[in-house]
């Protein structure tokens, strides 16, 4: 596990790729395996791209998005063939989604509440660190006239979560909003393959899917982020930091860090497992 105390938005994390929209950059290569090819991706630093094993073929799989440039995807081949795993295209741009599932706001930017957590009687936020990084004061609304609290605590890159104390009277129960209505959440879990998930944010709704893959790495142009939950879930800009969730059981297992794609054609999904951020900070939820 690494961590960062800044927190930068540099893979572009929407990977909003439809279900069966990725398509393979080159032939599936015959080559044999690398020893590690974990070790090989490790050392891949181009933005653009993301890496982790697929479930669904038993293989490491290295996704490239569209602003990898030809000659960068000829040496990201080149890798993929040493290691010996599949190479992919996933149409748009991976991208960090700056822009709970209701709005925040603050320097600009909105993104939305991931959990309403706590230490003690102490209360907090818990969304995206590319989102704390933005403002030390966030608002509950656009106008930046009814105060949400203070930035306290930002993981970026490396992890991508951020905290913000509670110092305004806004209520804040342990639930998601669900566009209309609201969901009882009851704690923290965690995420597995096959999976049936939802994810909430301000832009976009409530949108549904599974989980396609686990301990995921993604290349954003501000920095490497690691472990992450993959999805086939789509989410657009200011979704960013909004809860990965299990609707019948009220449990929460990441917050959106980013992806590519978008709601009209789909795309893929990437989150922060909550359980991390919980354990880094001393937290509970509810």
Not at 46 to 56: K, S, V
Not at 73 to 78: E, S
Not at 120 to 128: E, F
Request: hydrophobic share 40%; aromatic share 6%.
């Amino acid at each position: 596990m690494r961590r960062s105390p800044l927190v930068a938005l540099v893979l572009t994390i929407l990977l909003f790729v439809a279900p069966g929209a990725a398509q393979a950059a080159a032939p599936d290569r015959a080559a044999a395996p690398a020893a590690d090819p974990a070790a090989l991706l490790t050392g891949v630093r181009t933005a653009g791209t993301a890496w982790g094993l697929d479930p669904a073929t038993g293989r490491m799989t290295l996704t490239v998005d569209d602003t990898v440039a030809s000659g960068e995807l000829a040496a990201l081949r080149a890798v993929a063939d040493r290691a010996g795993v599949l190479l992919r295209h996933a149409p748009g741009t991976l991208r960090p989604l700056i822009a709970g599932g209701q709005g925040i706001y603050g320097g600009g930017t909105r993104c939305s509440l991931g959990a309403n957590a706590r230490s003690g009687s102490t209360y907090y936020v818990i969304t995206a660190g590319h989102c704390t990084t933005a403002a030390a004061t966030w608002y509950a609304d656009s106008a930046q006239t009814t105060v949400l609290g203070t930035r306290t605590a930002t993981s970026y890159p490396g992890d991508d979560y951020g905290l913000i104390r509670y110092t305004g009277r806004i209520a804040h129960p342990s639930a998601v909003y669900t566009y209309p209505g609201l969901l009882t959440i009851n704690g923290p879990g965690n995420a597995y393959v096959g999976q049936a998930v939802c994810r909430s944010g301000v832009t976009t709704g409530v949108r549904c899917g599974t989980v396609t893959g686990l301990n995921q790495t993604v290349n954003y142009a501000t920095g490497v982020i690691y472990g992450l939950i993959r999805t086939n879930i789509c989410a657009e800009p200011g979704d960013s930091g909004g809860p990965l969730y299990v609707a019948s059981t009220g449990t929460i297992i990441g917050i959106l860090s980013g992806g590519s794609g978008n709601c009209t054609s789909g795309g893929t999904t990437y989150y922060q497992p909550i359980a991390e951020v919980l354990s880094a900070y001393g937290l509970t939820l509810p």
